[in-house]
């Protein structure tokens, strides 16, 4: 049985000295408190006393304060200490040996019945928390999450606080680290996963449902890039880690041009947490081996001999002008278009999980609710009642009627797909749903 270290967490400590601006803010607003501030009723007199002379940039602290907390619950979530995006639940941490290496692994909640585990695997210059917190986080999410069990995974050397790898230390290929997977299926008792990967993770998930279909249900792929790269790109990755810092050189990776050119606040965030949260010498392993990935080797039946392709549901995620754009294109075309949902999010930028959660998570809902998971939700635009903000509509509608089918993949269990069928005028029949939000 594979080795493992537990141990129960409710709290850590504030990673970073410039993080701790909130608890500043914070404690500046209990000094004021306990100064004497007076409090606004509706008994005050009309000409109150004019109040004991006070810093005027207090006011500013607590304003400022208002705002992140503002800004939180109606956006996306920009970390400024993990203890506060942690999410709420009783999560453990595990070290699982897995035959290439230790896995590190968060887990919330136990397998309940023939339901399958919720698996994370995040993209390479992050971790699970940088990754998925503002995800998991968002109240709706919270509402689907608790219905299942919850792991995130840390690709080796990735998670916050690990230990340097050693020199000469030969970090796991993309292919080793999709091998990994079966060992926390089988130490945690999953019976089956839904996949939640962006990135690299996109890509490891893909390649462990291509190994092991019959312990995966279903893959959400964000940003997930197929192919391998050639010599040009490899050069290139090669020059800027030349001539610019680590993290410099892996944000172009997660951000659009644009988020870059306008150095928006996510990005600075990022940018921070990046160099002094993720050990630079385990990421630049990391970085090395995702640019050194092989193509998958998948493609849509009829196009080749003896094709091989996702035998799950499958749902591709990516942002408007993201870097990933081509790559999600060019895997949708080598997917089964009979369970494949293609969705592009506008003004999501390069990280739609971050920047729109709301939206990301209500299409997970829909998601989970093709594959039988989850009860119907019924649309409050039939009952007059108001629109919800994130709702799906058609970006490329060649198709109009759209429906769901039950089947069976592999002969032991059932699973649904949502498609599209074509009722207007002629040509090849597809049943890609492309959806905009």
């Known amino acids: 049985m594979a080795g493992m270290k537990e141990q129960q967490f409710t709290e850590e400590k504030p990673l970073l000295p410039e993080q701790r601006g909130v608890d500043s803010d914070m404690q500046d607003k209990g000094e004021e408190a306990s100064s004497g501030l007076p409090c606004p009723t509706s008994n005050a007199p009309l000409n109150p006393p004019s109040p004991p002379s006070r810093p005027t940039h207090r006011w500013h602290v607590i304003a400022r304060h208002w705002l992140r907390q503002t800004r939180r619950r109606t956006s996306g979530l920009i970390p400024e200490t993990f203890d506060q995006l942690m999410p709420v639940g009783d999560w453990k941490e595990h070290d699982v040996e897995t035959p290439y290496g230790m896995l590190h692994v968060v887990i919330r909640g136990a397998p309940k019945g023939n ?9 390479v210059g992050l971790n699970h928390k ?33 230990s340097q790898m050693p020199q000469g230390y030969q970090y796991p290929t993309m292919d080793q680290l999709a091998s990994m997977l079966p060992t926390v299926v089988q130490h945690f008792g999953f019976k089956s996963i839904v996949g939640i990967g962006v990135g690299a993770g996109a890509y490891i998930l893909a390649k462990f449902a291509l190994i092991f279909p019959d312990l995966v249900e279903g893959l959400v792929l964000l940003n997930i890039d197929p192919n391998g790269k050639g010599w040009i790109d490899w050069a290139a990755t090669k020059l800027s880690g030349l001539t610019s810092a680590l993290p410099d050189t892996v944000l172009p990776h997660l951000f659009s041009q644009e988020e870059l050119m306008n150095n928006t606040e996510l990005v600075q965030s990022y940018r921070q947490q990046i160099n002094n949260t993720v050990n630079q010498f385990n990421l630049q392993l990391f970085w090395n081996m995702y640019n050194s990935r092989r ?8 196009s080749v001999i003896n094709a091989k392709t996702l035998k799950c549901p499958a749902m591709l995620v990516v942002g408007d002008n993201a870097p990933a754009e081509e790559g999600v294109v ?14 592009k999010m506008s003004d999501s930028g390069g990280l739609p999980q971050l920047t729109q959660p709301g939206k990301l998570t209500e299409a997970f809902k829909y998601f989970l609710q093709g594959m039988g998971y989850i009860a119907y939700v019924k649309d409050r635009r039939l009952s007059g009642g108001p ?8 970006l490329a509608r060649s198709r109009t009627a759209s429906l769901t089918s039950a ?11 949502t498609h599209s069928d074509s009722t207007e005028g002629v040509g090849p029949i597809t049943h890609t749903m492309e959806v905009s939000c």
């Open 407 to 417: 089947g069976s993949i592999d002969g032991s269990r059932s699973r649904a797909c």
């Open 330 to 343: 060019e895997c949708n075309s080598k997917l089964d278009p009979t369970n494949t949902t293609f969705l």
């Open 295 to 302: 193509d998958l080797e998948m493609n849509r039946s009829g």
């Open 130 to 162: 940088l990754c998925f917190n503002s995800f998991f986080s968002n109240e709706d999410m919270q509402e689907i999450t608790k219905h299942f069990v919850v792991c995130h995974v840390d690709a080796p050397g990735q998670q916050i606080g690990a």
């Open 115 to 123: 339901k399958p585990a919720i698996l994370t695997y995040h993209d």
């Open 387 to 394: 629109v919800p903000s994130a709702s799906m509509t058609r």
